[in-house]
C-alpha cells in the first residue's frame, strides 16, 4: 500500500501551525510521487500548499478517520504521531469532558480545574472488582489494577504519578489511596485507612505551597508504601520525602505563599493556645508577607488548621507535641522579622529593642545575648587558633535565613517521622503498594539548583519507563510467537552520565564545595573545561559564563550557577545551632537529637567525617528509590496541565505538546508506533471485517479465515503478523481496513438504494398510471355533466339577466327620486334655517345696542357728578381758611386769656386741702407702725421657742420614720390577706355554680350523644367513603418510608450483633478458652436488643468450639482486641445510662406537661360514654356468669352446659369486640368533631384533647385489626383526630409558657421599679439635707403622701389582676382535673372489673371441660345417643391433635437436627415445602398446651437463635439462605395463623381453628419473626446480587446477542476482559437467564410464598438495570446506537421470562424503565430543537446528569453514524434546569426496596404432617 493510495484526493492530513501546533487540512487532488508540493483546504476554506522536502519526501502526517477520535486508549489509533494524540485528547477533553485517557500502560490526566463528580463512593464501588480495559479510563481503573496484580500475583506494585507544578498530581495520589482505603478491608480495628488519608492533610499543611502555576503545589517528592496482609487489608504505611524546597521558607516570587502551615497558624492566632505565641496576620512577617498574596480564593486557613490539627490527633500526635511544633513555627516567624543594621562594611547589629528577636528566644528557649551575638557574629578557625568575626548585614540576613530553614527542615522531618510511626504496621506486612507524587519536568525564565535535580529526577524516573515500555512490548511479541526486532528508542543514559557519572556536574559541584575559595564562578568554569566538547548532551550559553545548558529528553535547559554551591553545601552557623542546642525545650533538643543520630549511623557505613552534600543525598535517596520501584510493578499516570490560565476545560495546544514531549507520552507512541500498536483477538477481527469476506471464504476455523482474508487484502506481508490468539498491525494498516470496509458497505448501501429506488420508481409509476386511467374516466364524465349543465345555466341565465336587469332599473329610478326629493328637503331647511339665524341675529344687535347706549350714559353723568362735588369741596376749602385766620387773631388778645383762667384759682384751692389731709393720715401711720414693731418683736421670740420644739420632734420623727417600712409592709400583708380569703370566698362560689352548670350541661349531652350514635355513625361511614386518594397515598407513602427506615435499621442492627459476635470470636479464639460457658436462657423473650443479643450470643457459643483454628495471636494483637472489647462495652454501657438518662427526663417533662394540660369538656363526654357502656357491659357479663353458674348447678337441665357455655362466650367476646371497635372509633370522631368545634372558641383554649394519656386507648389500637379498621377510613379518621388533638395541646402548651413568660416579665419589672423607687427616695433624702429645716417638714409630708397613693393604686391593680389570675387557675385546674382523674380511676375501676370477669370466665371453661369429661365417663341416661356417636367420632378424628411432645431440656437437641445440622437440598426436594417451620410450631402448640411460659420462650429464643447462627454461617449459601427465608416466613405465618385471632382465623377450616394456641398471647414474638424474616431477606438480596452481578455486564452490554449486527471498534492495549479471558456461554444472555430461572425454581421448591418471590423478582430486575446502567454510564465503548439497540432485545428476553412466569405485574418492569429510556436515548434522533425536547419529555426516569453522560459519551460505531453536537447537550441542559432531582449520576446497587410481608395462610393440616426419620427426631412423638 503505498503513498498514492493513502494521499489520495479527499485524504486528510496534518500539517504544523505555529498557534494550534498542527492544523487539519484535506486534499483536494490525489498525489503522485515527485510532486514538489500537496495542495490543501483548510477548515476554513482556505487553500494552501505544503512543499514536500526533496531530500526526505516526508509527506504531512494522516489524520484518523472519524470513527477512531476520541478513543479510550491512543494505542487504538491507527496513526499513532503527535497530532494524532493531541487531537484525540482535545476532543475528550473539551467537546466529551473526559480528563482520563490512556495511552498504552499510562495514564493521562488533565486537570478540568474544576470540581467533577467522578470520584464518589459509587463510584469506587463502580470500578471495584473490574479490568482496567473494562472501564473507561479512571484513577481508579489503576489503582484497582495495581490492587488486582498484588493480591493475584503477591508481587508488590508503585503508581509513578508525575507532572507539572498545578497538573494534579497531589489530587491522583490522593484519590489513589482514598481508593485503597476504600476497597481493603483493615485487619483489626484500628482504622488504618483513616491514618493513612489522615497523613494528607499534614502533608499538605507543611510541604504544599501556592505558586504562579497551582494554588496548593507540592514542593517536596514523596513515596508513600501502602502495606497489606494475607487478605489484602492495609496494615501500615511508610513515607519518604525528597528535596524539600527549603528556600520557600525565608523567600516567595510575587504571587506565591510560604507553606501553608505559617498562614493556617496566623489565621488561627486569636484562639486561646496560640495566645503565647504572639502571633500576628500573615502581612506582618517577612516571611509571609515577600509574595503579596497571603490569601488563596476558596480557601479559609482557619478551617484548614482545624482540619491539620484533628489529623494529628488522628494520627495519635498528643496535644502537648503539636504545640510544640506550632511553637517552633511561630518562632521562625517572629526570627524574620530580626532587623540588623549596619555600622560599617563588615558589621551589623540588632537593635536591643527587638520584640521579635525576644520572642522568638523565648520560645526557643534559649538565652536572647548569646542568639544576639552569633546572629552578628561568626566563628572562624584555623590551623592554630579560633577568632570570632563579625559580619556584614548581608551574610548576617543569609544567617538568619539559613537557621531558619535548617530549623523547619529538621522539623518536616521530625513530622515524616511521627507520620511513619503512627502508620507501623502492626503485623507482619506481605505486600506493599507505592505511590510516588513526585515534580515532574520544570523549566523557568530562571532555572537554579531545585530544578537541576528536579530534572535530574525525572530522567532517571524517564529511563525506567522506557525500559518497562519496551519490556512490555517485547513480552507481548514473545508470547504471541511475532518475530523480534530491535525497536530503536531514546535512551537518556548519556545525559544520566553527564549528571552523575565521575567528572559529572554533581562530582565537579562536590569537588568545587570542598575548596577552601570554592566559587559558582570556577565551578563553571572546570564544567566547560571538563564537559564542553567530551559530552553533547552539554553546552554553553552564547552571552553569558555563569550558567551552562544540558539537553534533557524534554527539552534544553538552561541552569544558572549562581547560588548552586551554597545550596549544596547547606551550612549553618554551627554557633548558633550549639546555642539552640543548649536550650531547654524538649522538643527542640529531640529535632538536633535526631539529626545526630542520623549523621552517627551514617558515619558509621561510611567511616567519613565529612558533612554530605544536597547532591549526594538526593543521589543516594534516588537510587533506593529506582531500586524500590524496579522491584516492583509500576503503573503510570502523567498528569497535564491544559494552561497557564487556571481556565477550566481549557487546553493550550502549546503548552500541551510541551508536556507531552516532557512527560515519555510521545516516547510511549513512538515505540508503539515502531512495532505493531494495532492488536486484534481473532474473533473481534472477524467479527469487525466479515462484511469484506465473502459466505464461501468463511471457514469454521476462525483463524485460518482472517489469515485468508489478509492476505487478499494486503499483500505487503510485513504489514501484519500472525500471533497464536491476535493479530498484529502496523501503523495505517487499520485505517487502512476501516476505508476498504466503509467502501464495502458503501457499495452495498448504494446497491441496496438502487434496487430499492427501482422498486419504489416502478410501484409509484404503476400506481400513477392505474390512478391516471380512473382519473381520465371521471374527468370525462364529469366533463360531459358539465356541458350539459352549461347549456341550462346559459337558458337559465338569459331569463335571470332580464328581471334582473329590469330590477335594477327599478331600483336605480327609486333610488334618483328619492335622492332628489332629500336633496330639496335639505336645501329648504337650509334656507328657512338661515332667515331665521338673520332675524335672530337682527334682534340680539338691537338689545346690545340698547344696553352700551345705556351703559355710556350712566358714565358720563358719573363723571359730572364727580366733577361737581370736587368744586365744591374746594370751594369750601377757601372759606374755612378765612375763618382760620379770623379766629388766630381773636385768640391773641387780653380778653380771651381772662375768660380761660376764670376756674383756676377753685382747683388751687382744692389741692391745698388734699395736701394736708395726707400728712395726717402719715402720722397716724407712723404711730400704727411702731405699735406693730414692738408686737413683731414678742412674736419673733415666740417663733423661736417654737422653732427648738419643731427640731425636736424632727429628731423624734426620724426615729419613727425607720419604723414606717415594716409598719407599711405589715399593713399591706394583712390587707391582702384579707383580700385573698374575700376573693377565694368569691371564687368558691363562683367555682360551684360553674361545676353545676358544666354538670347539668353534660348531662345535657350525654342524652343527646345517645339519640345522635347512629347520626354519628353514618357520618362517619359517608367520610370514610368519601375519603380523598391523594391522602390515602400520602399515608402509603409515609408508611413505605417508615418501614424502609426501620428495615435498614434492622440490617444494621444485624450488622451490629455479627461484629460483636465476630469480636467475642476473635477474642476467645486469642484466649483460647477450652471450655465454653454456661449458656443461659431468657425466661421471657423481650424485643430489646440487648436481650436479643444475649439470647443469641447464648445460643452461637456452642459453634465456636467447630471454628476455633489451632493458631495463636501475637500479644499486641490480643492487647488490642482486648481493649477494643473494653471499649465497646463500655461505650455500650454509656449508651444505656445516657438512654436512660433521656427517658427520665422525658417522663419528667411527661409529668410536667400532664399537670400543665387542661381537661376539656370534650373529654368529659367520652369518659362518661364510655363509663356508661363499661357499666353495661360489666353487666351483661355478671348476668352472663350468674347463667352459667345457674346451669351448672342444674344437673337435671335438658341444655347441655357446654354449649351454653360456648355461646355466651361467643357472644361475649363478639360483643366485647364491637363495643371497643364502637368505643374507639366514636372516640376519635367525637374528639376530632369537638376539637373542630372549640378550635377558634374561648372554650376550646383550655381543651386536652390528648387521647394517648388513656391506657386504654392504646391497648384498643394495639388489639384491633389495622386492615378491619382501614376498610371504612376509620383508621384515617382518628389518626386526623389525634393529630387535630395534639395540634390544640401544642398551642395550649405555648399558652401556658407565654403566660408563665410574662409573669416572670412583670415581677421582673416590679423589682426593677422597686429598685427605681429607692434610688429615688435616696436623692429626695440627700436633697431634703440641703433644704432649710421648715422645708424639709414640707418636702417629706408631699414625699411620703405621694408613695402612700402610689402604692394603694398599684395594690389595687395587681390585686385586680391576681384575682382574675387565680380565678381562671382555679376554675381551670381543680375542678375539671379532678372530675377527669376520677373519671380515670372509674375506668381503671371498670377495666380491672373486666380482666377478672375474662380470668373467671377461663376458669369456668376449664371446669366446664373438667365437668365434661367426668361427664361422659358416666353412664348418664339423660345424654342422648346421637350424641354419644357424635362424640366417640369426634375422638377418632382427634387422634392426632397436631402436637408434638418433647421433654424439657430437648429444644437445643432438636435445633440442632432440625435447624443446624439440615441440609437444604435434599429437604427441598424430597419432604413437604416448609417441614421444619412446621414441626417447630408443633412443638410449640405442645408447650402452650401444657402451659408452660419457660418452655414457650426456651423454644422460640433458641428457634431464633439457631436461625441467625446459620445465616451467619451460611450466609453466602443461596439455597440455605432461601430454605430459612422460606421456613422463618412460614412458621411467622403460622403463628398468625393459629393466634385466634379474627382477621388471621378467617382463613381456616374448623379442624385448624381448634388447633390454636390457648393459654399465651404471643403477638410480640409475631413482630420478632418478622423482623428476623426481613433480616434474613435482606441477606438473601446480597446473596443473590454477588452471585449476579459479575455476569449482569457481560450478559446485558458485553455479550452480542444478535450476531454481527455493525461488530465492534478497535481497541488498544487495555483489551475487555470478556473477550478473552471469560467462556462465552458464561457471558450470553441465556446464562443470566438459566440463573434467574434457577432462583425462581430454587424459591418455588423451598415453598416461598408467592408474594415474597415477587418481592424479590423485583429486586433481582432492580440489582440488573442499576448494574447495566452504571457501566453504560462508566463506559464510552458502551455507548452506540448498535448497542442500545442490543440493550432492548436483552430487555424484551427478560421481559418474555417474567410472561412465562406470570410475573408480569409484580413491579419488575417498572424497576427496568431507566435501562430502557437510556437504550432509547442512544437510538433517537439528537440533531433538532425538537429532539431535544422529544428526549425531555422520553427520559423522565433518568437524572439529568445521566442524560448528559449518555449524551457525551456517544461513540458512533460506523461512519454513517454522527457525534452529539455540544449544542444539542447544552439545549438539554437547559431543557432540563426545572427538574428538582438528585445531582448523583450513579445508581444505587446497594438499594434494597422495604418490603411488608403478606399473610399467607397454610392449608396443610398439622394432624397428617409425619416426622421422616431422616431427621433424626426420634425423641419427639405426635400427640
Known amino acids: 500500500m503505498g503513498a498514492s493510495e493513502l494521499y489520495s484526493k479527499f485524504a486528510r492530513v496534518w500539517i504544523p501551525d505555529v498557534a494550534d501546533v498542527w492544523r487539519s487540512a484535506e486534499l483536494i487532488r490525489d498525489y503522485s510521487p515527485g510532486d514538489p508540493a500537496l495542495v490543501l483546504q483548510l477548515e476554513d476554506g482556505t487553500r494552501v500548499e505544503h512543499k514536500i522536502n526533496p531530500r526526505t519526501n516526508e509527506l504531512p502526517p494522516l489524520r484518523n478517520p472519524n470513527l477512531l477520535v476520541g478513543e479510550n486508549d491512543l494505542t487504538s489509533l491507527s496513526f499513532l504521531h503527535e497530532p494524532a494524540v493531541l487531537h484525540n485528547l482535545r476532543v475528550r477533553f473539551i467537546d466529551s469532558k473526559l480528563i482520563y485517557t490512556y495511552c498504552g500502560i499510562v495514564l493521562v490526566a488533565i486537570n478540568p480545574y474544576e470540581s467533577l463528580p467522578i470520584y464518589e463512593a459509587d463510584i469506587i464501588d463502580a470500578y471495584s472488582g473490574q479490568n482496567m480495559g473494562d472501564m473507561d479510563p479512571h484513577i481508579f481503573a489503576v489503582a484497582e489494577e495495581a490492587y488486582r496484580q498484588m493480591a493475584r500475583d503477591g508481587k508488590n506494585q508503585s503508581i509513578i504519578v508525575s507532572g507539572e507544578s498545578g497538573a494534579g498530581k497531589t489530587v491522583s495520589a490522593k484519590y489513589a489511596m482514598r481508593y485503597f482505603a476504600k476497597v481493603s478491608c483493615s485487619s483489626g480495628e484500628a482504622n488504618v485507612e483513616e491514618r493513612v488519608l489522615a497523613s494528607n492533610p499534614i502533608m499538605e499543611a507543611l510541604g504544599n505551597a501556592k505558586t504562579t502555576r497551582n494554588d496548593n503545589s507540592s514542593r517536596f517528592g514523596k513515596y508513600i508504601e501502602i502495606g497489606f496482609d494475607r487478605k489484602h487489608g492495609i496494615v501500615g504505611a511508610n513515607m519518604r520525602t525528597y528535596l524539600l524546597e527549603k528556600s520557600r521558607v525565608v523567600f516567595q516570587a510575587n504571587s506565591e505563599r510560604n507553606y501553608h502551615i505559617f498562614y493556617q497558624l496566623c489565621a488561627s492566632s486569636h484562639l486561646p493556645e496560640f495566645k503565647a505565641f504572639n502571633l500576628a496576620c500573615a502581612e506582618d512577617f517577612h516571611y509571609t508577607n515577600q509574595g503579596h498574596s497571603p490569601v488563596i480564593d476558596g480557601v479559609d486557613d482557619a478551617k484548614e488548621m482545624y482540619n491539620t490539627r484533628k489529623a494529628f490527633s488522628l494520627l495519635g500526635v498528643a496535644e502537648s507535641d503539636q504545640m510544640e511544633m506550632y511553637q517552633i513555627l511561630s518562632a521562625i516567624l517572629h526570627l524574620s522579622n530580626v532587623d540588623f543594621k549596619d555600622q560599617s562594611a563588615d558589621r551589623c547589629v540588632i537593635m536591643p529593642d527587638n520584640a521579635h528577636l525576644l520572642v522568638f528566644c523565648e520560645l526557643m528557649g534559649v538565652p536572647c545575648a548569646e542568639m544576639t551575638h552569633w546572629l552578628c557574629h561568626r566563628k572562624l578557625k584555623t590551623t592554630t587558633e579560633t577568632y570570632v568575626k563579625s559580619v556584614s548585614k548581608i551574610n548576617a540576613v543569609n544567617s538568619r535565613d539559613a537557621l531558619a530553614k535548617h530549623i523547619y527542615a529538621l522539623l518536616f522531618s521530625w513530622v515524616v517521622c511521627r507520620i511513619n510511626r503512627a502508620l507501623k504496621c502492626a503485623v507482619r506486612q506481605q505486600s506493599f503498594i507505592g505511590v510516588l507524587d513526585i515534580y515532574g519536568f520544570e523549566t523557568f525564565d530562571i532555572n537554579s539548583f531545585e530544578q537541576f535535580c528536579i530534572n535530574y529526577a525525572n530522567e532517571k524516573l524517564q529511563q525506567q519507563f522506557n525500559m518497562h515500555v519496551f519490556k512490555l512490548e517485547q513480552d507481548e511479541y514473545i508470547k504471541e510467537g511475532i518475530p523480534w526486532t530491535l525497536i530503536d528508542f531514546y535512551d537518556n543514559q548519556p545525559c544520566i552520565d553527564l549528571i552523575e557519572a565521575k567528572l559529572g556536574v554533581l562530582d ?612 488490642k482486641l482486648q481493649k477494643r472489647v473494653k471499649d465497646l462495652e463500655q461505650d455500650k454501657q454509656s449508651l444505656l445510662e445516657q438512654l436512660d438518662k433521656k427517658e427520665e427526663t422525658q417522663q419528667e417533662k411527661d409529668k410536667e406537661i400532664e399537670k400543665l394540660k387542661i381537661v376539656s369538656r370534650t373529654e368529659l363526654d367520652l369518659e362518661t360514654l364510655k363509663r356508661q357502656q363499661m357499666e353495661t357491659e360489666n353487666k351483661k357479663l355478671k348476668q352472663d356468669l350468674n347463667e352459667l353458674r345457674t346451669s351448672l348447678s342444674n344437673d337435671s337441665s335438658d341444655v347441655e352446659p357446654y354449649s351454653v357455655l360456648m355461646e355466651q362466650l361467643h357472644s361475649s367476646t363478639e360483643e366485647l369486640d364491637m363495643r371497643k371497635q364502637e368505643v374507639l372509633l366514636l372516640r376519635s370522631h367525637m374528639v376530632r368533631q369537638e376539637a373542630l368545634k372549640h378550635k377558634d372558641s374561648s372554650l376550646g383554649e383550655g381543651v386536652n384533647l390528648d387521647l394517648l394519656e388513656i391506657s386504654s386507648y392504646k391497648d384498643i389500637d394495639r388489639m384491633t385489626d389495622i386492615h378491619t379498621l382501614n376498610e371504612d377510613g376509620e383508621l384515617y379518621l382518628a389518626y386526623e383526630g389525634l393529630k387535630e388533638t395534639n395540634r390544640l395541646l401544642e398551642g395550649q402548651m405555648q399558652d401556658l409558657r407565654r403566660s408563665q413568660r410574662e409573669e416572670v416579665q412583670k415581677l421582673q419589672e416590679e423589682v426593677n421599679r422597686m429598685k427605681e423607687e429607692k434610688e429615688q427616695q435616696q436623692k429626695l433624702l440627700a436633697q431634703s439635707l440641703l433644704l432649710p429645716e421648715d422645708a424639709r417638714i414640707d418636702t417629706r409630708l408631699k414625699h411620703e403622701i405621694t408613695c402612700l397613693t402610689h402604692e394603694n393604686l398599684v395594690r389595687k391593680e395587681s390585686g385586680i389582676r391576681m384575682y382574675t389570675i387565680r380565678v381562671l387557675h382555679l376554675y381551670a385546674k381543680p375542678s375539671f382535673t379532678k372530675c377527669f382523674q376520677e373519671l380515670l380511676e372509674q375506668r381503671e375501676n371498670l377495666e380491672k372489673c373486666l380482666r377478672k370477669t375474662t380470668k373467671q370466665l377461663k376458669l369456668y371453661m376449664t371446669k366446664v371441660k373438667d365437668y365434661e369429661v367426668s361427664f361422659q365417663g358416666k353412664d348418664v341416661p339423660s345424654v342422648k345417643s346421637a350424641t354419644i356417636k357424635a362424640v366417640n367420632i369426634t375422638r377418632k378424628e382427634k387422634e392426632y391433635q397436631g402436637m408434638l411432645r418433647y421433654k424439657q431440656g430437648d429444644e437445643n437437641r432438636l435445633l440442632k437436627n432440625l435447624v443446624t445440622d439440615l441440609k437444604p437440598r435434599g429437604v427441598a426436594v424430597s419432604f413437604t415445602p416448609g417441614l421444619p417451620a412446621y414441626i417447630i410450631f408443633m412443638c410449640l402448640r405442645y408447650a402452650d398446651n401444657v402451659n408452660n411460659d419457660q418452655r414457650v420462650s426456651e423454644l422460640l429464643n433458641s428457634t431464633i437463635s439457631s436461625i441467625k447462627g446459620v445465616i451467619k454461617r451460611r450466609g453466602n449459601d443461596f439455597e440455605s439462605v432461601s430454605f430459612w427465608l422460606s421456613n422463618t416466613c412460614r412458621f411467622m405465618n403460622c403463628l398468625k395463623q393459629y393466634s385466634g385471632e379474627e382477621a388471621y382465623s378467617k382463613h381456616n377450616t374448623a379442624k385448624q381453628n381448634q388447633h390454636c394456641l390457648s393459654n399465651f398471647e404471643l403477638t410480640e414474638y409475631q413482630q420478632v419473626f418478622n423482623d428476623l424474616t426481613i433480616q434474613i431477606y435482606r441477606q438473601f438480596i446480597k446473596c443473590m446480587e454477588d452471585i449476579l452481578q459479575p455476569i449482569i455486564v457481560a450478559s446485558m452490554l458485553e455479550h452480542d446477542t444478535i450476531q454481527g449486527v455493525l461488530g465492534s471498534k478497535p481497541t488498544g492495549l487495555r483489551k475487555r476482559s470478556s473477550s478473552s479471558f471469560q467462556d462465552e456461554e458464561t457471558t450470553a444472555m441465556g446464562f443470566l437467564l438459566q440463573r434467574l430461572s434457577s432462583f425462581h425454581s430454587t424459591m418455588s421448591q423451598h415453598g416461598m410464598d408467592p408474594g415474597l418471590i415477587r418481592l424479590v423478582v423485583r429486586q433481582q430486575f432492580y440489582i440488573i438495570c442499576a448494574v447495566t446502567l452504571n457501566n453504560l454510564l462508566l463506559r464510552k465503548d458502551m455507548c452506540s446506537w448498535s448497542k442500545g439497540l442490543q440493550i432492548r432485545y436483552n430487555i424484551w428476553q427478560l421481559e418474555e421470562w417474567l410472561a412465562e412466569r406470570e410475573l408480569s405485574d409484580c413491579g419488575a418492569k417498572e424497576t427496568l424503565e431507566p435501562l430502557v429510556q437510556a437504550a432509547q436515548l442512544l437510538q433517537i434522533k439528537k440533531k433538532t430543537e425538537s429532539d431535544a425536547q422529544a428526549i425531555s419529555r422520553m427520559c423522565t426516569a433518568l437524572t439529568t446528569a445521566q442524560i448528559v453522560k449518555v449524551l457525551t459519551l456517544y461513540t458512533p460505531v460506523i461512519e454513517f453514524e454522527e457525534r452529539v453536537p455540544i449544542t444539542f447537550i447544552t439545549n438539554i441542559k437547559m431543557l432540563l434546569e426545572h427538574r428538582s432531582e438528585s445531582s448523583t449520576l450513579m445508581m444505587d446497587t446497594k438499594k434494597i426496596f422495604s418490603i411488608t410481608l403478606p399473610f399467607t395462610p397454610s392449608s396443610v393440616a398439622l394432624e397428617t404432617l409425619t416426622i421422616p426419620t431422616s431427621l433424626n427426631l426420634g425423641f419427639i412423638e405426635r400427640v
Open 508 to 1119: 565537579l559541584l562536590d569537588e568545587e564545595c570542598k575548596m577552601p575559595k570554592g566559587s559558582d564562578a570556577t565551578w563553571a568554569q572546570k564544567l566547560y573545561n571538563t564537559l564542553l566538547r567530551q559530552n553533547a548532551h552539554f553546552d554553553k550559553p552564547r552571552l553569558s559564563n555563569q550558567a551552562f545548558i544540558i539537553r534533557h529528553f524534554a527539552d534544553k535547559v538552561e541552569y544558572q550557577c549562581e547560588s548552586f554551591l551554597e545550596k549544596n553545601k547547606d551550612t549553618v552557623n554551627e554557633e548558633q545551632l550549639n546555642v539552640l542546642k543548649k536550650s531547654e525545650f524538649v522538643l527542640l533538643l529531640k529535632l538536633f537529637e535526631d539529626e545526630k543520630n542520623k549523621a552517627t549511623s551514617v558515619k558509621t557505613r561510611t567511616q567519613r567525617d565529612t558533612k554530605k552534600s544536597v547532591g549526594l543525598q538526593f543521589r543516594q535517596s534516588l537510587h533506593l528509590l529506582m531500586e524500590t520501584l524496579n522491584a516492583t510493578t509500576p503503573h503510570y499516570v502523567r498528569c497535564i496541565k491544559p494552561n497557564d490560565h487556571k481556565a477550566p476545560f481549557s487546553l493550550d495546544p502549546v503548552r500541551a505538546v510541551q508536556q507531552l514531549r516532557a512527560c515519555g507520552i510521545l516516547e510511549t507512541i513512538r515505540i508503539s508506533a515502531a512495532g505493531f500498536p494495532s492488536r486484534w483477538t481473532y474473533q473481534e477481527f472477524f467479527s469487525r471485517y466479515r462484511v469484506l469476506v465473502k459466505w464461501r471464504d468463511v471457514l469454521p476455523d476462525r483463524k485460518q479465515t482472517c489469515k485468508n482474508l489478509l492476505e487478499k487484502l494486503i499483500k505487503n506481508q510485513e504489514m501484519y503478523q500472525f500471533g497464536r490468539n491476535k493479530l498484529f498491525f502496523r501503523a495505517g494498516q487499520v485505517a487502512y481496513l476501516e476505508k476498504l470496509r466503509s467502501d464495502k458497505l458503501r457499495m452495498a448501501c448504494v446497491s441496496i438504494q438502487k434496487t430499492i429506488r427501482c422498486w419504489l420508481a416502478r410501484s409509484s409509476y404503476l400506481r400513477m398510471r392505474e390512478c391516471t386511467i380512473i382519473i381520465q374516466k371521471h374527468v370525462r364524465g364529469h366533463q360531459a355533466r358539465c356541458y350539459a349543465k352549461l347549456l341550462l345555466q346559459t337558458r337559465a341565465a338569459v331569463i335571470i339577466q332580464s328581471y334582473v336587469r329590469m330590477w335594477a332599473s327599478r331600483r336605480l329610478y327609486q333610488r334618483q327620486r328619492y335622492a332628489a326629493m332629500a336633496i330639496q328637503c335639505c336645501w329648504r331647511a337650509h334656507t328657512a334655517r338661515q332667515m331665521y339665524y338673520k332675524m335672530m341675529f337682527e334682534q340680539k344687535v338691537v338689545v346690545i345696542q340698547r344696553w352700551v347706549r345705556g351703559w355710556m350714559s350712566k358714565q358720563r353723568y358719573r363723571r359730572l357728578l364727580a366733577a361737581v362735588v370736587l368744586l365744591q369741596s374746594c370751594v369750601r376749602r377757601i372759606r374755612a381758611k378765612k375763618e382760620l385766620k379770623k379766629l388766630k387773631a381773636e385768640a391773641r388778645s387780653v380778653e380771651h386769656f381772662k375768660k380761660l383762667n376764670v376756674g383756676m384759682e377753685n382747683k388751687i384751692l382744692q389741692l391745698q386741702h388734699k395736701i394736708n389731709q395726707h400728712l395726717r393720715e402719715n402720722r397716724e401711720l407712723s404711730e400704727k407702725l411702731s405699735a406693730v414693731t414692738k408686737t413683731m418683736m414678742v412674736e419673733t421670740k415666740k417663733h423661736d421657742r417654737e422653732m427648738e420644739n419643731l427640731v425636736r420632734s424632727e429628731q423624734e420623727s426620724r426615729v419613727k420614720a425607720e419604723r414606717v417600712p415594716s409598719l407599711l409592709e405589715q399593713i399591706y400583708s394583712l390587707q391582702q390577706e384579707l383580700e385573698m380569703t374575700r376573693r377565694h370566698k368569691e371564687e368558691l362560689e363562683q367555682q360551684n355554680n360553674t361545676y353545676r352548670e358544666v354538670v347539668d350541661e353534660l348531662n345535657m349531652k350525654i342524652n343527646m350523644l345517645k339519640s345522635n350514635v347512629d347520626e354519628l355513625n353514618q357520618q362517619i361511614l359517608e367520610q370514610g367513603m368519601n375519603t380523598n386518594n391523594d391522602d390515602i397515598t400520602h399515608l402509603e407513602e409515609e408508611l413505605a418510608e417508615e418501614r424502609s427506615r426501620y428495615q435498614s435499621l434492622q440490617s444494621q442492627h444485624l450488622e451490629l450483633e455479627q461484629r460483636y459476635g465476630d469480636l467475642k470470636e476473635e477474642v476467645d479464639l486469642s484466649m483460647i478458652i477450652s471450655k465454653s460457658s454456661d449458656r443461659r436462657t431468657d425466661s421471657n423473650y423481650s424485643t430489646n436488643s440487648s436481650e436479643f443479643t444475649q439470647s443469641f450470643g447464648s445460643a452461637e457459643e456452642h459453634h465456636v468450639s467447630a471454628h476455633i483454628e489451632d493458631e495463636t495471636l501475637d500479644l499486641p494483637v490480643l492487647l
